[in-house]
Each structure stands twice: as C-alpha cells, then as structure tokens.
C-alpha cells in the first residue's frame, strides 16, 4: 500500500505562501502487517436511485425501416433488370441534381456539337469521380 506524500504550507523567500509536496511517509502498514477494515451505514444513498419510468422499446428509439418490395417474378433476370432500371434512373437524377447549372447553359448555348459533346464528357468523367471516391 503507498501512501500519499502530504502538501503542507509554507512562506517563500519572497512572502508569498505555497503548497509544497514533502517526500511520502515510510510504508506505515506494510511492515507491521496492520489492517484497517471500514464499515460505512448510510442513512441516504450515495448515489440517488434512478427514477422509476419504462423503459423505451426499440422502435421508440429506431425507427422501423420501410423495406422495399420487389415485385414477385419466377424470372431472375426480369428481377435483375428492374434493378439494374431503378440503378440508372438514381445516377440519372444524381446526375442532373450536380451538373443542373451546366446541363441548362449548354442547353441554351450555340456553340457546336463538337464542343458540346466534349463538355459533357467531362461533366460524366467528374461525376464519375465523385460517385468512386
């Protein structure tokens, strides 16, 4: 068992006074084996009880999740499809949410097909970017 080194008060060389640390007591207890054992009675609890309320259920906390049904097909592939449809159409409208401002001024503008395919190349290779990163 260690014991702590005791804090005592003194005055300074310049009149102020100061907590110092003195070196720590000998081991008091160690060496003629004594034991302190400690009974506490309390009359009010240390730590309050905690109210008595019910506890919340899980959909109190979460709430429940809408799945979405697919709708019943004996053909794999037609199930496939009708993801690989819904896949597209989110990208398409991701796509057009990012580069609306761009979408509509090339829209408007006059310049060639050339320039315009080029501009809309880059605007695919950056959404690109963004959706892999």
Known sequence: MQTCAPLTKKVNEEGVEEEVEEPEFDKVFEDPRTYVHIKLTLNNPAVPPVASKPEPGPSEIVPVKQFITWP???DPCDDFGKQVTLAVESLAKEFCTMFRKQIDDMA???ENL?????KFEDLKKEFFYEINT
């Open 72 to 74: 019943y097909s004996k």
């Open 108 to 110: 408007s503008s006059e």
């Open 114 to 118: 050339e320039n315009l395919t080029k």
